[in-house]
Each structure stands twice: as structure tokens, then as C-alpha cells.
């Protein structure tokens, strides 16, 4: 059982095309506009590392669809 655990919950315009560039990798939630998911790991260097790569998967999952709708930011 995990001794750690976040829970995500994220605003976007964007939350379909987010939830999608996270589905192979965790299982998400959309409701209102909101991207929620967990993360749980049994120790925290474990949480942190999995923390940084969802993190950095959304960032550049945001910058993609940025760049596709032609806001190059």
C-alpha cells in the first residue's frame, strides 16, 4: 500500500488533448474543465521522480498544443 500520495487536479481549455498525452502512462479524470489524477508511490523520492515526469509530460504536452494553435510560447 502506498505511504504517499498527491492528488492533481489541473484547469485547461485543453483538459481533452492533456488527458490524452497522460493515458498510457495514468489513469486521469475530467469533470468541469478539471484534469485530476494521483499519484501514490510507497516512498517519497519514488513520488517526487514520478511528480517530475508527469509534470514535464504535461508541460510539454501544453507546449505542443500551444504551438499547434499557432501560440508560440
Known amino acids: 500500500m502506498p505511504s504517499w500520495l498527491v492528488q492533481v487536479s489541473l484547469e485547461s481549455t485543453d483538459v481533452t488533448a492533456l488527458q490524452a498525452s497522460l493515458s498510457t502512462e495514468i ?14 508511490e510507497k516512498n517519497p523520492a519514488d513520488l517526487r521522480a514520478m511528480w517530475n515526469t508527469r509534470m514535464r509530460g504535461i508541460e510539454a504536452s501544453e ?11
Not at 27 to 40: C, H, P, R, W, Y
Not at 66 to 73: A, P, T, V
Request: proline share 0%.
Open 27 to 40: 489513469d486521469s479524470n475530467v469533470k468541469e474543465g478539471k484534469l485530476s489524477f494521483f499519484i501514490a
Open 63 to 73: 507546449s505542443v498544443i500551444n504551438f499547434l494553435k499557432g501560440h508560440n510560447s
